[in-house]
T-cell receptor, first 116, second 110 residues
């Protein structure tokens, strides 16, 4: 049962344009969401996060949007740069109570390629 | 420098052999985690430990074992019972919603 899904395996954009990466989840108990960036043969690095009490969080070129009613979140990168080319994982966690407490659930990842 | 180290970067083993992957952190984190990454499947949790001398199975614990005798160390043993051991293994530490990852170990079993 895939509780967090990234339905687009890959995305290709031109430098300077917007990149939009999408993520859907099924467990309405998740209350915190994160995006990680990963280069080949390296560990993921934290990018940005959002609590379920918010619908938007911004950090420089990166913005995460959360639509709780649709159980959907997205990561916007504006403007996209070639150095942004990597695999992006969304992840969800239940921070307070429940049997899933303490476990990050990851999506399958989306490979972003930004062309110069 | 504070961080998480995993060694070695690449590991090769013959089928039927147990192999232990190292994970060390100097971030003073109580919790540590082991994940496995396969192409197209994201990161899947193998085991996690919230405190020394305690650990819990994750989603895919079969064929793996861990120990947590020291706060800084959380080694993972891939046993011969693991049917598909070839993968990229990632160790992490920190709060569940604030995890820091090591550089990973690529294990190839032939």
């Amino acid at each position: 049962d895939q509780q967090v899904k990234q339905n687009s395996p890959s995305l290709s954009v031109q430098e300077g344009r917007i990149s939009i990466l999408n993520c859907d989840y099924t467990n309405s108990m998740f209350d915190y969401f994160l995006w990680y960036k990963k280069y080949p043969a390296e560990g993921p690095t934290f990018l940005i996060s959002i609590s379920s009490i918010k619908d938007k969080n911004e950090d420089g070129r990166f913005t995460v949007f959360l639509n709780k009613s649709a159980k959907h979140l997205s990561l916007h990168i504006v403007p996209s740069q070639p150095g942004d080319s990597a695999v992006y994982f969304c992840a969800a966690v239940l921070r307070a109570g429940g049997t899933s407490y303490g476990k990050l659930t990851f999506g399958q990842g989306t490979i972003l390629t930004v062309h110069p | 420098d504070g961080g998480i180290t995993q060694s070695p970067k690449y590991l090769f083993r013959k089928e039927g052999q147990n192999v232990t992957l190292s994970c060390e952190q100097n971030l003073n984190h109580d919790a540590m985690y082991w994940y496995r990454q396969d192409p197209g499947q994201g990161l899947r949790l193998i085991y996690y430990s919230q405190i020394v001398n305690d650990f819990q199975k994750g989603d895919i614990a079969e064929g793996y074992s861990v120990s947590r005798e020291k706060k800084e160390s959380f080694p993972l043993t891939v046993t011969s019972a693991q049917k598909n051991p070839t993968a990229f293994y990632l160790c992490a530490s920190g709060l569940p919603y604030e995890q820091y990852f090591g550089p990973g170990t690529r294990l190839t079993v032939t």
